[in-house]
């Protein structure tokens, strides 16, 4: 298995867009600093207010190189651990998924890409 590159600039909006979800997936770990496991860990975190999903760092690795996607309920709870919404990773909301009681989403700091990437730009 050979370890992907880091890229050498963030990529525009429009490359974003072109992204295949995996791409995406890898995308914003790497612009938030986490690592596969760290995902996996705050993806358990947060699932645990859902229904105790069991995530691992080789569950992410096939999401970020196109093994697999996520299911319907995952791509929440991984856009929530990546405080992005579900179509920003390129993959279809579950119109079905609720908010658990108390929950308003992705925290508040990690929702605006805008100023996460302006934020790692400016670094």
């Known amino acids: 298995m050979s370890r992907r590159r880091l890229p050498d ?8 867009e072109q992204m295949a979800p995996g791409e995406r997936i890898f995308h914003y ?4 600093g986490m690592s ?28 970020e190189t196109g093994g697999h996607e996520p ?11 990546l ?3 579900v179509q920003d990773l390129g993959l279809a909301p579950n119109p079905y998924f609720e908010l658990a009681e ?3 989403g992705p925290p508040e700091h990690l929702t605006d ?8 730009r400016a670094a």
């Open 9 to 16: 600039r963030l990529p525009t909006a429009e490359e974003i």
């Open 29 to 32: 770990r790497l612009i938030r």
């Open 36 to 63: 596969q496991s760290g995902l996996a860990s705050r993806m358990r975190l947060i699932a645990e207010r859902y229904r105790g999903l069991g995530t691992d760092r080789w569950q992410v690795y096939r999401w």
């Open 71 to 81: 299911d319907e309920y995952t791509r929440h709870i991984l856009a929530m651990a």
């Open 83 to 85: 405080g992005v919404q």
């Open 102 to 104: 108390g929950d308003s």
């Open 113 to 120: 890409q805008r100023s996460v990437l302006s934020a790692s």
